[in-house]
């Protein structure tokens, strides 16, 4: 499934630049986002709409619930399996 036209995955280097860190911490309030092992973002627009992420022990994912059903969500876990 091609993902929506303004969306794009990608996978950012850790650590995450503070901008990226906090919008990961938002969606995924409970991942101990400085961590991180591995990490991918979805963004729409300049902003992060869904994160995937990975730390030693654990894993997290959240879309922002206007994106979801979209392919975000298995191009996110691909990206993240990716890694």
């Known amino acids: 499934m091609a993902l929506p ?3 794009r995955v990608t996978r ?4 995450l630049a503070p901008a990226l860190r906090g ?3 938002r969606l995924c309030p409970d ?3 400085g961590v991180l092992t591995a990490a991918a973002l ?3 627009g300049g902003a992060v709409i869904g994160a995937a992420l990975r730390w030693e022990g654990g894993e ?4 922002e619930s206007g994106w979801r059903g979209r392919g975000i ?3 996110l876990r691909d ?3 990716a890694l």
């Not at 950012?12 to 650590?15: A, D, G, S, V, Y």
């Not at 997290?60 to 879309?63: D, G, L």
């Open 73 to 75: 969500e298995d191009a």
């Open 12 to 15: 950012p280097l850790l650590p």
């Open 5 to 7: 036209a303004r969306v």
């Open 23 to 25: 919008a990961a911490a």
């Open 79 to 81: 990206a993240l399996t």
């Open 42 to 44: 979805a963004i729409a």
């Open 31 to 33: 991942a101990p986002v």
């Open 60 to 63: 997290a994912a959240f879309i």
